[in-house]
């Protein structure tokens, strides 16, 4: 490990069968804690960029894959993920700056219409950073730009292969426990139903900076431990579905006061770890995972529970996987036989 413990908060997760977030490492390794507004350092010593992994112009995004802890510039070091993001305009600090005399650079001048580069003050200039570290294999392959495959999954799939690919890897969700149990970002907790079996924490998503309600996403974690997915619900479940559509909804009113009917509120299929969780999204914010082959907007869900309770043992559900997911090899070979 790097000379100092992980920062408060710092998830670590693995991959999912997805290529998507999954677990944690184990609970001696979690960095379990909460935020802190005190200066940090990071977990890390140095930082020589490998590798770009993606990036986004339009996001203002960038994945690097770096070499940490290097003892004198050679490759014994370790790996780490940094992301890089821009955070959202808050639009009192943008108005306070305009008001004042911001330093700027003219680019060009034509007519009514001009362009500068402005340089913005301190509380205007923060960069969202997330590290993930020590990074495996399988984080440099998540956040590599790769390209996607449609499969659809029949219920037999999903019992003879998808589950016992996924039971194959050991994908620990220690992390997520670490947060019902309060050992972690409890102090992040915006609501919960304490029920052992129909309650559930809600808690702002790590994408979410909680300064602007555009692009609002939080996540109710359900207590009841083994409901894996989508595949596992039945109509037993709907007490637990209805809590979480219900209160979740007036828990975001009262904290946030937007309604219901500007929530979108969706379950993943494949999701990104394997314990039962919902999201809660501003409905005009186009959060990851929210397009049509992976979103499954939680009031029809349990609509059609309602209508068969193994709705979703027997239904063929669609997804994307990488092309280079060893799941998407085995369903593929699966269909042809």
């Not at 999912?16 to 490492?25: F, I, L, P, S, V």
């Not at 770009?52 to 004198?72: P, Q, T, Y």
């Amino acid at each position: 490990m790097a000379d100092g413990a992980p920062p408060p908060g710092k998830r670590k997760r693995e991959l999912g069968a997805a290529g998507t977030e999954a677990a944690g490492q184990e609970d001696k390794e979690a960095g379990i804690g909460n935020g802190t507004s005190a200066p940090v350092r990071f977990p890390f010593s140095g930082f020589r960029v490998k590798k770009v992994l993606r990036e986004s112009a339009r996001d203002k995004i960038l994945f690097l894959h770096g070499k940490v802890n290097e003892a004198s510039g050679d490759e014994d070091g370790e790996d780490a993920v940094v992301i890089l993001e821009k955070t959202p305009f808050q639009v009192e600090h943008v108005a306070q700056v305009l008001m004042g005399s911001p330093e700027l650079q003219l680019q060009f001048s034509n007519d009514i219409y001009s362009t500068y580069h402005m340089f913005p003050p301190r509380q205007l200039s923060d960069i969202k950073t997330t590290v993930v570290y020590p990074a495996t294999e399988k984080h440099l392959q998540k956040y590599l730009r790769q390209d996607l495959r449609l499969v659809r999954e029949t219920g037999g799939d999903y019992k003879n292969i998808t589950l016992p690919y996924l039971e194959s890897q050991s994908l620990s969700i220690q992390w997520v426990y670490n947060i019902l149990d309060k050992k972690a970002e409890a102090d992040r907790i915006v609501f919960e139903n304490p029920d052992p079996s129909d309650g559930f924490v809600l808690i702002p998503d790590l994408k979410w900076n909680q300064q602007q309600l555009d692009d609002l996403y939080l996540i109710a974690i359900c207590h009841r431990r083994g409901i894996r997915s989508l595949r596992d619900l039945t109509a037993e479940h709907l007490p637990l579905l209805r809590n979480i559509l219900q209160e979740g909804q007036e828990a975001i009113l009262q904290h946030y006061q937007v309604p219901a009917n500007r929530l979108r509120v969706y379950l993943h299929y494949l999701p990104s770890y394997y314990h039962l969780h919902v999201h809660f999204t501003a409905l005009g914010f186009e959060a990851p995972g929210s397009a049509v082959e992976r979103a499954h907007l939680l009031a029809e869900v349990m609509e059609n529970l309602e209508h068969d309770p193994q709705h979703y043992q027997r239904r063929t559900l669609t997804f994307a996987l990488r092309a280079d997911d060893p799941l998407l090899q085995l369903l593929q070979e699966a269909q042809k036989s």
